[in-house]
């Protein structure tokens, strides 16, 4: 049954039993749309691509070497419930962790499903993939996660990496990778596949939400940066929108877990804070509806999303900051040198003194000149 009498809206009863009302969902759309860089009036596009029953896009998700995090973090959002929304935007054909059959039956279905959408399908990937010794370190139904994604992608329209196995070989690929834990963009490098990576440890739930939504609605992938994250997500360093940059600029630091600064809120780059190096909108976007995030728990960004950082550096080690002041053409003084102007490059000036009297060394702004275009 319909939840209203909107001709644009099929969004039914029991999606609303399910625990998303039309406001809530109308109110995800909107969302979504200011998320990705759109106006928030592209939030009607959205909902309507997103509940016309005839464009669910069928998704096959596959698992590789990986906790089954990503799901949980996804099932587990709320307010409006993001995976109710999800399996009602989605046709989820297959996925080992939700499956109702099992064994045959599934391995049967997944089989059925991929034939039948050929071309068509998603093809969500969790998970690194074993390469070493033939990929035998990760089986299912008998045979190797590296077979089963060979054959598998190439009938994809679109490959989804969710989380950082899946797409940069995340904790199984941390030193010594006794198995050759490998990302999927790797595998199926110069295939042609378009492959999307949406990294996290986990991944934040609205970035794949929003993904998809963009996938229905435009029937293409959002606009990706060079290591395939959508650029509406992955565009800007943590460090950008942090709210202790305050502390950082002015060289306020906590030097210890537990000391004066880290009870007043103080920057946590000492204590290995990798916001610096990391792109991703956790300080934006936060977690779990109710604006949380490591940074404003008291702890370090370890860099989780980002490739070779996260399970990679050491854990409190300094990251590499790769802006240290402004890019000079926004701090050069305007054509008329008034008052202002000298104001404002004063007080430019004393930021990055403030920065750059506590940088850790050479770790600070080896790649300002480089980034300058960002
Ligand atoms: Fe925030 Fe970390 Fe940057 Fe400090 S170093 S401002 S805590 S992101
Ligand atoms: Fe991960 Fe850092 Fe965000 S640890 S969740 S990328 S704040």
Request: hydrophobic share 35%.
């Amino acid at each position: 049954m319909k939840c209203c009498d909107s001709t644009h809206c099929d969004f039914t009863q029991e999606s609303i039993a399910g625990g998303v009302s039309r406001r809530d969902f109308m109110k995800v759309c909107s969302a979504a749309a200011v998320y990705m860089g759109l106006s928030e009036s592209f939030g009607p596009t959205i909902a309507e691509a997103a509940t016309t029953a005839a464009r669910r896009p069928p998704v096959i998700w596959l698992s590789g070497q990986e906790c089954t995090g990503c799901t949980e973090s996804l099932l587990r959002a709320s307010h409006p419930s993001i995976g109710t929304l999800l399996l009602d935007l989605i046709s989820l054909d297959y996925s080992e962790t939700l499956n109702t059959g099992a064994g045959h039956q599934a391995e049967e279905f997944r089989a059925k499903s991929i034939e039948e959408n050929t071309g068509k399908f998603i093809l969500v990937c969790e998970g690194s993939i074993p390469v070493k010794d033939g990929g035998i370190y990760c089986k299912v139904a008998g045979r190797t996660a590296l077979e089963i994604l060979k054959e598998t992608a190439p009938k994809a329209a679109a490959v989804i990496s969710f989380g950082s196995c899946a797409a940069w070989g995340g904790v199984p690929s941390a030193d010594p990778n006794p198995t050759g834990a490998t990302p999927v963009y790797k595998i199926l490098e110069g295939t042609g596949i378009p492959v999307v990576n949406i990294p996290g440890c986990p991944p934040n739930p609205y970035n794949f939400l929003s993904t998809v939504l963009y996938y229905v609605t435009f029937k293409k992938l959002p606009e990706l940066d060079d290591k395939l994250r959508p650029k509406f997500a992955y565009g800007r360093l943590i460090h950008e929108n942090c709210e202790r940059r305050p502390h950082f600029d002015a060289g306020r630091f906590a030097e210890k877990f537990g000391d004066e600064g880290h009870r007043k809120g103080y920057c946590l780059y000492k204590l290995g804070c990798k916001g610096p190096e990391t792109y991703n909108n956790c300080s934006t976007l936060r977690f779990n509806d109710v604006g949380t995030w490591p940074v404003n728990t008291g702890h370090p960004c370890f860099g989780c999303s980002e490739e070779g950082v996260g399970f990679k550096a050491p854990l409190h080690s300094p990251a590499e900051v790769l802006y240290v002041t402004p890019p000079a053409e926004f701090v050069s003084a305007p054509p008329e040198k008034g008052k202002g102007a000298s104001a404002l490059a004063a007080a430019v000036g004393g930021a990055a003194v403030g920065a750059a009297a506590v940088a850790v060394g050479s770790n600070l702004g080896k790649k300002d000149q480089d980034n300058k275009e960002n």
